[in-house]
DNA sequence: GTGGTCTAGACCACT
DNA sequence: GTGGTCTAGACCACC
């Protein structure tokens, strides 16, 4: 629900995307129902301390993914699943995301059995690890 | 050995990460040998054709994290291993990694097979995927 | 070419629409070329005489929609064409601007053959009017 | 006749505006007659279950553009025809709605075959297709 | 009350 | 020089 949303200040990643991740991974997890109303952009940004605009472009992005649904004047709402994206984009973004994981752990030094692992490790722990393709 | 390091101009990656990561790469797939000397930052730079800031830049963040040693008046070297954050960080830096992945792929609506078998392909263009942690 | 780009102060449609529709046309009729590089967002801003974040907004739209890439400090440029959005997607957003444009009309009370004119009318200005899909 | 206002709640276009747009295509496509009376403010609020402040909005709006007109204490009916707009105006208005089509169009990167069967089969669906300008 | 657009100006990252 | 993020605050449109 709603107020899972919690941001991290001085992360290296920036608010609106802590944002972002958080609506994804909720809706991904059934902590978000399609239909459900999200809180408004202004109590967003006044309980999380940060600036309304902010709170705005990352519902922004993902209205413009399609995980998301305003309806102006009444507020964002978590909308029905849908592709959005064609097959070569969603490769070529899951490519790009692969790649940024990859990076950082070779920077890390990290071995592919702890990439492995901690990938895993995740996606249990969120519960996706059996989860069908565009369930 | 050095000859390999390449930048593609298109890409979303900075340039200056290009080469950082394939410097980090080319040591973790036992590409450059410890010892090994790189070619000059203005000789890279001239044959990438790229600004030679952008060079020592890469090479500045490789010396500073240890991967790499600059011997005054001779040049710059792959260093002996040795790592830089301690084991809790390195978790930690992980997860954060991971979990971008995660949320970019559910975000595309990418089952678990699919990322798995991205990461997977992945590891094996670049000839990590049996490699052992600091080797 | 980027001097095309112009705004109309106090018009119906928001200045970063303005700015992302006259791109869109430019690359449709080959006034902008792939791999082409469009004024910087101080300079276009400069120009237009409107705040730089207008300008930022209406880049980073078209950069999610794949009509640019943008390289972190070098600029924003054309991008290969590429189908970002599934059959689904492309259906449901012509639907969507198809019902804007009729609704728009019917308040107008035009004639269905005045719609179907103006249309004609625009698309051979544009020398649009046999283009092939995803040429 | 009036029982045809619907709203689609999770629709792009605001409340008012599908209320304003449905009495006008009534009247364009003829399901609305000349002198007809149509629904009080309160009746049709709660049969759509929206805010009446949203029907009276949309009402005033097709009041002051001369589709409906108010009787004082008798209700609202269907005006005689009469257009608002200057031809010049009319026209100017609809080349920005054209334009805003087509960038659309262009950007999702659809042939012009594509956009003028999507118009002509919405026309059709809306029963309009065959119907002279201003009735 | 809700979301959307725009301005002004700061600070950071990259070339 | 370039683009990207964030803040602060204004004003508008919709419910």
Same mark, same amino acid.
């Given at each position: 629900?709603?107020?899972? $949303?919690?941001? $991290?200040?001085?992360?290296?990643? =920036? &608010? /609106?995307?802590?944002?972002?991740? @958080?609506?994804?991974? !909720?809706?991904?997890?059934?902590?978000?129902? $399609?239909?459900? @109303? &999200? =809180?408004?952009?202004? +109590?967003? +940004?006044?309980?999380?301390?940060?600036?309304?605009? #902010? %709170?705005?472009?990352? /519902?922004?992005? *993902?209205?413009?993914?399609?995980?998301?649904?305003?309806?102006?004047?009444?507020?964002?709402? $978590?909308? =029905?699943?849908?592709?959005?994206?064609?097959?070569?984009?969603? @490769?070529?973004?899951?490519? *790009? +995301?692969?790649?940024? &994981? %990859?990076?950082?752990?070779? !920077?890390? @030094?990290?071995?592919?059995?702890? %990439?492995? #692992? +901690?990938?895993?490790?995740? *996606?249990?722990?969120?519960?996706?690890?059996?989860?069908?393709?565009?369930?």
């Amino acid at each position: 629900m709603a107020g899972d $949303i919690e941001i $991290i200040l001085g992360s290296a990643a =920036p &608010l /609106y995307r802590q944002i972002v991740d @958080q609506v994804r991974l !909720g809706v991904a997890t059934g902590n978000f129902a $399609i239909g459900e @109303q &999200l =809180p408004s952009v202004r +109590a967003l +940004a006044e309980r999380l301390l940060i600036n309304p605009n #902010t %709170i705005a472009r990352a /519902y922004g992005d *993902l209205v413009r993914e399609g995980v998301l649904e305003s309806r102006h004047g009444q507020g964002v709402f $978590i909308a =029905p699943r849908r592709s959005v994206f064609s097959d070569d984009e969603r @490769q070529r973004r899951l490519a *790009l +995301a692969v790649d940024a &994981l %990859i990076s950082e752990s070779v !920077g890390l @030094q990290c071995s592919v059995d702890e %990439i492995r #692992t +901690a990938v895993e490790a995740r *996606l249990k722990e969120l519960g996706l690890s059996n989860r069908k393709k565009r369930g």
